[in-house]
């Protein structure tokens, strides 16, 4: 029997909430990697806010991203309606961005009542973040689209310390992801956290 291909039909409606798995934290520790680590195993997309703001800068030659980056807007804007639209649809998400709070939160917060919020938050020692910004500024072209050199320049200064940064702190499962040398706790715990069906066994 062959299907019918009915385009006014109404899409199915999910048999399970989808999962929105926020991997957050500061600048270089190891967010990106393991969000797209994490979209591979699971089967789903990964949105990467950085990735978001590179396609922007693409087609705005001379950007500037250490002067008041007017890019910044148009790529939260982006990235959060991105994941609504995913999410709606019914697809769980991993999305990754190195906002704090005051950013997560008025993006995240609608987004809890059709999804299953689940935090992932990176952290590696201070030193470690240096290198890795130090080496990804040298080595990764696409960085220019971001402010590294000028994040160096803060640290360096002492205007800007990453155990100073502000979590999400809305009431969802979260897991503290040590980055440092792979992942603690490994990736089997980590997806596990993301597709429990409850918050039992997990901080909130």
């Not at 994490?38 to 500037?64: S, V, Y």
């Not at 019914?90 to 906002?99: D, L």
């Not at 938050?121 to 500024?137: E, G, N, S, V, Y």
């Not at 220019?144 to 640290?155: E, F, I, S, V």
Request: aromatic letters at 4%.
């Amino acid at each position: 029997m062959r299907c019918r291909n009915d385009h006014h039909r109404s899409p199915p409606v999910p048999v399970r909430t989808p999962t929105l798995a926020v991997v957050s934290g500061p600048p270089a520790t190891g967010k990106t990697t393991l969000a797209r680590e994490l979209a591979r195993h699971l089967g789903c997309p990964a949105i990467l806010r950085d990735e978001i703001k590179q396609g922007l800068a693409m087609n705005h030659p001379g950007h500037d991203p250490d002067c008041n980056d007017p890019l910044n807007i148009p790529a939260l804007e982006a990235f959060f309606a991105t994941i609504t639209v995913l999410l709606r649809a019914g697809s769980t998400v991993v999305a990754e961005a190195a906002f704090q709070d005051r950013l997560w939160r008025p993006g995240l917060e609608p987004l809890t009542e059709f999804a299953d919020l689940r935090i992932i938050r990176c952290t590696t020692p201070a030193p470690t973040i240096t290198r890795r910004i130090t080496d990804r500024a040298r080595t990764d072209s696409h960085r220019a689209a971001h402010g590294d050199k000028a994040l160096l320049a803060d640290m360096k200064a002492g205007v800007y310390d990453p155990d100073q940064f502000v979590p999400i702190s809305l009431d969802a499962p979260t897991l503290l992801v040590d980055t440092s040398d792979g992942y603690a706790p490994g990736m089997s715990e980590i997806q596990r956290f993301l597709l429990q069906p409850d918050r039992e066994g997990f901080p909130g």
